[in-house]
């Protein structure tokens, strides 16, 4: 049974230090999202990625947030310098493209507090 | 612009009653729907998606939705609510252009079943 995982589960951290998380989509799948989830916003996409290229960023704070593909089974979502608003539930979800549109898996997510 | 709008926080139905979750979507050209439940911590799961064809469409765990293209509605439906049913549901909607997957979700609505 395929799924996308993602590291750590839970991350606890205080203001200022970075954090990274990481993700591993399904084996074969083109498309990578990355989300994040608080009760006040909901679900916000921050950035997607298409065969590794990066299609859209637009919903993340550039000055401290930065995603990555550096290889198709790996994708990461950095936050440098992290601050309390950043608290969240980030999520990662992959698919593939079939008939020009695909399904998006998603991840257990990552749980951040920063302190 | 694409959007979805879940009119209702939260259903709450007695077990072995009709469950309806409600959607409205708006988008240039014919939508791509989908719907996706979330259990508590944990990651969406994905339950249906409309694309084109049929208007009734058939999902996991016994759900269906009806696109309504008159009515710009894509609403949750089974027939026969169970206690194991209570989750968090999302409705997304993504134009069908190309080079573009991105998906808008709605706020989501707290479906409750109880015994």
């Known amino acids: 049974d395929a799924r996308v995982t993602q590291t750590p589960r839970h991350k606890v951290t205080e203001m200022g230090q970075e954090v990274t998380m990481r993700c591993q989509p399904i084996?074969?799948?083109?498309?990578v999202f990355w989300y994040r989830q608080t009760m006040m916003q909901g679900l916000e996409l921050l950035a997607y990625?298409?065969?590794?290229?990066?299609?859209?960023d637009s919903g993340m704070p550039k000055d401290r947030f930065s995603a990555e593909m550096p290889d198709a089974t790996l994708a990461t979502l950095k936050i440098q310098p992290s601050e309390p608003r950043d608290s969240a539930v980030y999520f990662c979800?992959?698919?593939?493209?079939?008939?020009?549109?695909?399904?998006?898996?998603f991840g257990p997510g990552t749980r951040l507090t920063v302190l | 612009a694409q959007s979805v709008a879940q009119p209702e926080d939260q259903v709450k139905v007695a077990e072995g009653n009709p469950l309806t979750v409600k959607c409205t979507y708006s988008?240039?050209?014919?939508?791509?729907l989908f719907w996706y439940v979330q259990y508590p911590n944990r990651g969406l799961q994905f339950l249906l998606k409309?694309?084109?064809?049929?208007?009734l469409v058939k999902g996991s765990y016994g759900f269906e939705a009806e696109f309504n293209k008159s009515q710009t509605s894509f609403h949750l439906k089974k027939p026969s609510a169970l206690v194991s049913d209570s989750a968090l549901y999302f409705c997304?909607?993504?134009?069908?252009?190309?080079?573009?997957?991105?998906?808008?979700f709605g706020a989501g609505t707290t479906v409750t079943v109880r015994a």
């Open positions: 084996l074969g799948h083109n498309t």
């Open positions: 990625f298409r065969n590794r290229a990066p299609l859209d």
């Open positions: 997304a909607v993504r134009a069908p252009r190309s080079n573009d997957y991105k998906l808008s």
């Open positions: 409309y694309i084109t064809g049929d208007n």
């Open positions: 979800a992959s698919g593939l493209v079939i008939g020009g549109t695909d399904t998006q898996y």
């Open positions: 988008v240039s050209g014919n939508p791509y």
